[in-house]
């Protein structure tokens, strides 16, 4: 359990890993996957790329970016 004085780790993009690991697609419930590169979170199923923005993923349809584009 953390609490206030227990430091985040940040991973990839500046994200907690254990945040990774419970994050799904909004869109189609199904996994993601972490693209380093593009601090993206891919869905593969919904073909959409959520970003990450100061370590902070944006989970909202409006924000992805279509993978058939």
Do not use: F, H, Q, W
């Not at 004085?5 to 990839?12: D, E, I, N």
């Amino acid at each position: 359990m953390t609490d206030a004085t227990t430091p985040l780790k940040t991973g990839p993009c500046g994200v907690d890993p254990r945040l990774l690991e419970l994050l799904i697609c909004p869109v189609s419930r199904g996994p993601l996957r972490l693209d380093t590169e593009a601090c993206e979170l891919i869905s593969d199923k919904a073909k959409l790329a959520y970003p990450i923005r100061d370590g902070m993923p944006i989970m909202l349809e409006s924000e992805a970016r279509d993978l058939n584009e």
